[in-house]
């Protein structure tokens, strides 16, 4: 089992920044992909970035590309996700998982957190 813990969301206005963070316990961190997703009202759950075991690979959804960073640190049991430039419609709760393989599809993702509601205002 892999446990994960989301923190770092809030209300900003549009253009603003935040960092997401994703806190991991249970097995071997390093052996796990890891991917950010996030899902607003209404619409169905979406990928946003996936990074590899080792930090090495990563993919972003091209709504976010240029402007969200995943990265990871295996020393902590951290992922996170800084979010420049935010808009209105990056707003969701987000989402951190863990999964043996290194994908952008959620339904493969194996071990999920609670979520952390992420507001930008216009």
């Known amino acids: 089992q892999v446990q994960l813990v989301e923190s770092g969301g809030g209300l900003v206005q549009a253009g603003g920044s935040l960092r997401l963070s994703c806190a991991a316990s249970g097995r071997t961190f390093s052996n796990y992909a890891m991917g950010w997703f996030r899902q607003a009202p209404g619409r169905e759950r979406e990928f946003v970035a996936a990074i590899t075991w080792g930090g090495s690979g990563v993919v972003y959804a091209d709504s976010v590309k240029g402007r969200f960073t995943i990265s990871r640190d295996n020393a902590k049991n951290m992922v996170y996700l800084q979010m420049n430039t935010l808009k209105p419609e990056d707003t969701a709760i987000y989402y951190c998982?863990?999964?043996?393989?290194?994908?952008?599809?959620?339904?493969?993702?194996?071990?999920w957190g609670q979520g952390t509601q992420v507001t930008v205002s216009s």
């Open positions: 998982a863990a999964d043996s393989s290194y994908t952008s599809n959620w339904y493969e993702y194996d071990y």
